[in-house]
């Protein structure tokens, strides 16, 4: 039997030879299939030019190939990388045989009924045979290189969790295994094994591509650098998808991330105080803290994802809510300031969507919800890091795993974790009460910076299960140092005895927990209660963590532990964080107060399209905020916000001058701070009235927006 590369044994040496791939150029990127045109010019930094064949979800009416595509944006300014999907594209020259002579349909993820998993017409999700690689070396990365990207970007290595059942993956299975393939729905060992070979399938798949997209790259004088575009560990485990996540840290091939989460992820319901639910900003919040623990000790990049609407189709009143709650998640990580805007906007500024939730009316984007959307993309692109941190009690962390995604089954043995409440369980009581939780994951323990601000650690191996030893060494020393662990889990789900390393060999351990308190004297099977070792502790809760939120009450002896061994947490129902000139608020419901959040000074809202300026705030529950702080934005004259992005900004003694540039068919609002009242404010050359503001001393303008670009110019 064979086993996945000992990522810890070499985390630590992997931090030196880990490139970040950060273009200082590119803060901000998106993603299309389409050649450039006017509605779509967004204005980021970069675009990632999507697919050789185009996005295989649309029809492809531009008959344009992938080098004029490429061309079309760089004529417009614009930095060109390359996104495609390696689990799943426009690859039917595969597929059919074009390519070698040979069909591979069967290269297909298959269903256990013997279907296919299709993506789209004549596109399976695929196996990632070594064969499918070597095409995918030669048909799309040398293509690519050609063409002088030198940024790589292969997203959603995914396989899903209910397949496993074709000739190509039972072959697969024998090679890795030694032994003949078992179906994965007799066992959880079965489930177990099959789970941990689609891991290790696209583990394979991205190491081998983008070594040999580096390799090539440097052939024809390129420094390319590789990216993941992955969804959290989270969304991958609720909706029954395998990939490698978090031990792709180790490969030096892989320069980064990004975070793909949105409101189609971040929607997927929970139980909290018994109540099944979507919770978007509280999920969205824990997403993207799965990304960030990703590459925090890496030193690897990541940008975060939001979208204006998603894959499924609803309304605008709900895209606009959510994205709030996705937008405002996100930027209460102050330790990331690079971001994908958006995906596919040719689906968002052209696309028709429901009026309302209870019209059926298809209407194109809202204009004021453009315009809003595009003060939220400038702010992106302005987004300082900052060394400010979230309101609340920091250095209580949860423990994760990339095998929360091998017990994607929906019941083994009569056990059940449903909606993964095993996770929610201890992450949900704590983030509702305003604790900004922070994610560890198992994998990056080796890294000295991995544990190294956490006060308590909170683990189960309800959900999950270490896949090498040498991770409860690391969490050892950490608490004989003078961590607090949190264990909370009774050992008693099927999958505590799936053949693995602690009950293999010279291991005969019934929980790999046992194998971890033996590290820390206490005895196996400990029974609840708490443990000294070294300077630290050790707590023992014999409870499932799914049991504290699957009824009303469940989590009080859970938070009033994790609470005394923290030594008092700060308990509220907010999050608050500045990043430069920029206010973020979020007030949730379900918690300990339904009382708003009341800020105090000069604030732009940045959520109203209308740019509103307020002496005071207030933050309602269930609701998130962005504001522009008048009061630490800086010296006049500035661009202050802008629905566009302000090119070759000038001030002079007496004047202010730039070109702003948006999408087609948009309208555009713009606050301008200045020194004083103007005399004068032309736009494209023609003057209009003055909007003054006298209290924030800033000037609100408001004209149709153009990709070539709108003169602004101002004096006073």
Request: with cysteine.
């Amino acid at each position: 039997m064979k086993h996945l590369i000992p990522t810890l044994l070499v985390a630590s040496l992997l931090v030196s030879c880990a490139t970040s791939g950060r273009d200082a150029s590119v803060k901000t990127n998106f993603q299309i299939a389409t050649p450039w045109r006017p509605s779509v010019d967004v204005r980021a930094d970069a675009v990632m030019v999507y697919g050789v064949g185009g996005n295989p979800s649309e029809h492809n009416p531009w008959e344009v190939s992938f080098e004029d595509r490429v061309a079309s944006w760089k004529e417009r300014g614009y930095v060109t990388h390359f996104m495609t999907g390696i689990a799943w594209g426009s690859y039917q020259d595969y597929f059919t045989g074009a390519w070698d002579g040979v069909p591979h349909l069967d290269e297909g993820q298959v269903r256990q009924s013997g279907d296919t998993v299709w993506h789209g017409h004549m596109v399976p999700y695929i196996v990632p045979t070594r064969n499918y690689l070597e095409y995918f070396k030669e048909r799309v990365i040398r293509r690519v290189i050609d063409a002088g990207i030198d940024h790589i970007f292969l997203e959603e290595p995914e396989f899903w969790a209910f397949s496993g059942y074709s000739e190509s993956f039972k072959r697969e299975w024998e090679e890795y295994y030694g032994f003949p393939w078992r179906p994965q729905h007799e066992s959880p060992e079965a489930t177990w094994l099959s789970n941990k070979l689609k891991y290790h399938l696209y583990y394979r798949a991205l190491d081998e591509t983008f070594s040999y997209a580096k390799q090539y790259g440097k052939s024809k004088g390129l420094d390319v650098k590789c990216f993941v575009p992955t969804h959290s560990l989270l969304s991958y485990t609720q909706i029954r998808m395998v990939s490698p996540e978090a031990s792709l840290a180790s490969l030096p091939s892989v320069d980064g991330y990004i975070g793909q989460i949105w409101t189609g992820t971040s929607r997927g319901p929970n139980f909290y105080r018994g109540k099944r639910a979507e919770r978007v900003f509280e999920m969205a919040y824990l997403e993207y803290g799965c990304m960030e623990s990703m590459v925090a000790p890496t030193g690897r990049r990541v940008w975060f994802l939001t979208d204006p609407i998603e894959d499924w189709p609803r309304d605008w009143e709900d895209y606009h809510r959510n994205y709030h709650a996705t937008y405002v998640a996100q930027m209460l990580y102050p330790g990331i300031a690079d971001y994908e805007v958006m995906p596919w906007p040719n689906r968002i500024y052209e696309g028709l969507y429901r009026r309302s939730p209870d019209s059926e009316e298809q209407i194109p984007i809202p204009a004021d919800y453009a315009t809003m959307m595009q003060h939220m993309i400038g702010a992106s692109q302005q987004m300082p890091l900052s060394g400010n941190e979230v309101s609340g009690s920091h250095g209580v962390n949860i423990l994760m795993g990339n095998s929360l995604m091998f017990q994607s089954f929906p019941n083994h043995k009569g056990y059940r974790d449903p909606d993964l409440s095993n996770f929610f369980g201890l992450a949900m009581p704590l983030v509702k009460r305003g604790v900004p939780v922070g994610i560890t994951h198992i994998e990056n323990v080796g890294y000295k910076a991995a544990l190294k601000d956490v006060k308590v650690l909170i683990m189960t191996y309800s959900n999950m299960k270490p896949l090498e030893p040498g991770a409860h060494k690391y969490i050892a020393d950490w608490v004989r140092r003078g961590g607090r662990l949190v264990y909370c889990a009774t050992d008693k789900d099927p999958f505590q005895h799936v053949m693995e390393w602690w009950n293999t060999g010279d291991n005969h351990f019934d929980a790999p927990s046992d194998h971890l308190f033996a590290l820390m004297d206490i005895p196996a099977g400990a029974s609840e209660g708490e443990y000294a070792w070294g300077r630290g502790s050790v707590t023992v809760l014999r409870h499932d963590p799914k049991e504290f939120v699957l009824r009303e009450g469940g989590e009080a002896k859970f938070v009033e532990t994790v609470d005394r061994l923290y030594g008092g947490l700060q308990l509220k129902n907010s999050f608050l964080l500045q990043r430069g000139p920029y206010t973020l608020a979020a007030v949730m419901d379900e918690s300990v107060s339904d009382a708003p959040l009341h800020l105090e000074g000069l604030y732009i809202d940045v959520f109203d399209p209308q740019l509103p300026v307020y002496d005071g705030a207030t933050v309602l529950p269930g609701t998130q905020r962005m504001f522009l702080s008048l009061d630490r934005a800086g010296k006049a004259p500035r661009m202050l916000s802008t629905a566009g992005r302000a090119y070759g900004e000038k001030v002079t003694g007496r004047s202010y001058s730039c070109v702003v540039k948006a999408p087609a068919s948009t309208v555009n609002t713009s606050r301008i701070l200045l020194p004083g009242r103007p005399e004068t404010v032309l736009i494209n050359g023609k003057s209009v009235p003055v909007d003054w503001d006298g209290q924030s001393k800033t000037l609100f303008l408001r004209f149709d927006n153009d990709p070539e670009g709108v003169a602004l110019e101002i004096s006073w």
